[in-house]
């Protein structure tokens, strides 16, 4: 591949051929970290990644099972968060990280 193609591969401006998931990855990165700020110091970490659905489903990966349940105290907190950011959740789902 051509340097100068190479280069405007992960660019999210300009149409990069992945620049659309890298942009995608740095949304769910920095909404995962908002949420995690907002929570309670000992949930802070339970949070593995987070993102919204186009149907305005807040999703919530949890580390394991026992933080999903402290988690869904906290959707209130969660949705308040992804608001405070722009955006517009109408519920809040928590799941469970799978582990391999």
Excluded: Y
Aim: aromatic share 2%; net charge positive.
């Amino acid at each position: 591949m051509p340097p100068e193609q190479l280069k405007n591969l992960l660019k999210p401006c300009c149409d990069g051929d992945l620049g659309s998931v890298v942009e995608r990855a740095r949304a769910v990165g920095e909404l995962t970290d908002r949420l995690a700020r907002a929570l309670p110091g000992d949930c802070a970490g339970a949070i593995v990644a987070a993102s919204l659905r186009e149907s305005g489903e807040l999703v919530v990966i949890a580390a394991s099972s026992a933080w999903a349940s402290r988690l869904r105290f906290e959707t209130e907190t969660l949705l308040a968060a992804a608001r405070d950011t722009g955006l517009s959740p109408t519920s809040c789902r928590v799941r469970v990280a799978h582990s391999k």
